[in-house]
């Protein structure tokens, strides 16, 4: 039965990697991704990101912490410390799957060298970090029982699902993997030199970049040749020792998600409906926060937990009219009605506010990879799960909050999610900063962002626990408005209830099915 197994497992391991590279060398399709300069950038950010997290591993806690014997059990804090390690590679390793799903499949699709080249680069690149990373865990891993155990058990507070180590080990050891490396560093070197004989001006910077990813693919390409052979013996073992339909199942749908399977939904293919966000809106005031989440999306880079993103709501004009322009307290601060305040301190945003987008009243404020923006109830609600709160505070305090966020517009993008700088903003930095008052002012929300990676910040996740751990209680700041459920059996959303909206934040990150 062993020896069945191991040939099942390795047979359907060779039929995969066929289907890869079939899918691989696909004709060119049309309206193939196309990497532009600002994917290109973003993936420098999440490559530092994995320099960081490595430079984590060179600090004497945590190289205490894996100097533990493979004896007894962790402690609190050394579980702790390595789920909060853990967590932060699964960010990346998601983003680098996403990336590398984006862009390496159709990259020969574009016909211009230039285009072909960049995306070729991001996509590829992507895998070669994903293998390094994945590569240097088994590496640090290695003979220890007591941290392979608790890397595969569930861990709800940092955002980690079961046996997500073995589900690195399984897709480390595949041969699409190695020959992935194989075929895009022969692919990258092809096209590189194709693009440098054109003799047209050639951006130095870009070939500079190209140049640094052939090399680092080549050492990364290297690194797996050495430990390829144990690799694959350990997912052998893992594959053997467990269930077949436990563990192929999910590896197959892990392979089918990377091609573009089904459930890798385009953005019009949200779970919630509009319909559904246009029922929510009525019961919706300025001030409120959202909270989305949107399945299998980049979005979901670098922060733990369920859910990845928030907004600060802020309605239409009349919507803000109907809720300040009278209110007394918010009229003998600003002299007059609000809107007024609004149109005149920034009278350019207030244009572009009051005139919509494509025929959709604007009715948010979020930070985006474009930076910080307003957005329709579509884009910003039309997700796959979101959850409304309203803050337990004076209208003129959700004025003053709706006023700094309007300050916030047009700023870029925090990709290093640092709460200690205002220059560049992430997306529950928008929510918290607008919800920063001055003691002059009134009141702020108590939501204290917390150290992750060596950053303070502030993940959307915790604003939903803060919720559920004061609700009934006398320090509650936050009242429940609205839950949108996803069900990704059904391909659809419910009405949540406040129970569920409460529990969502001990959800597993990347364990979409939901009973």
Known sequence: MVAYRREVALRLSALIAAVVLAASCADRVPNAPLAKPGDAKAMGQLLNGTKRLAEQFQTPAVKQLFAHKDEGFLSADERDQLYKLWAAWLDQ???????????????????????????????????????????????????????????????????????????????????????????GLRSLRNQTARMLADEKPDDAKFIEAVQRTIAFAE???????????????????????????????????????????????????????????????????????????????????GLPGFWPH?????????????????????????????????????AARWKEYVAGHEGEALRIVEAVSEGVQFSTATHGMQADYIGVMRPRLTALEKARAIERAWGHLGKPYDFDFDFQTQATLVCSEVVWASYQALASEGSSLDLKPSEYMGRLTLPPTDIVKVFDEQLGKPEQQLDFVGFLDGREDTKNAIDGTVAAFRASWQRAKWDISQD
């Open 310 to 346: 928030a907004e600060l709501y802020i309605g239409t004009d009349k919507d803000l009219a109907a809720a300040f322009d009278a209110d007394p307290s918010v009229l003998k601060a600003y002299g007059g009605p609000f809107t007024a305040h609004l149109q005149k301190a920034f």
């Open 93 to 183: 390793d998601y983003a680098y799957r996403s990336f590398r799903k984006r862009f390496l499949r159709h990259w020969q699709s574009h016909s211009e060298i230039d285009a072909r080249v960049r995306t070729l680069v991001v996509g590829f690149a992507a895998h070669a970090a994903l293998v390094r990373g994945s590569l240097g865990w088994l590496e640090m891993i290695k003979g220890k029982a007591i941290f392979e155990k608790a890397l595969n058990e569930a861990s709800p507070e940092h955002g980690t699902a079961a046996g997500q180590f073995d589900r690195l080990r399984l897709m480390t050891a595949l041969p699409h993997t190695a020959v992935a490396l194989e075929v």
């Open 219 to 301: 050492q990364t390409q290297a690194m797996y040749e050495r430990r390829g052979a144990q690799v694959l013996k350990d997912a052998v073992e893992t594959v053997v020792f467990q269930e077949l339909d436990e563990v192929i199942s999910p590896l197959v749908t892990d392979i089918a998600l990377w091609m573009g399977d089904t459930r890798l939904r385009k953005d019009s293919a949200s779970l919630i409906a509009k319909a559904q966000v246009d029922a929510l809106l009525p019961k919706m005031q300025p001030g409120d926060l959202v909270v989305e989440r949107r399945n299998w999306y980049l979005s979901n880079l």
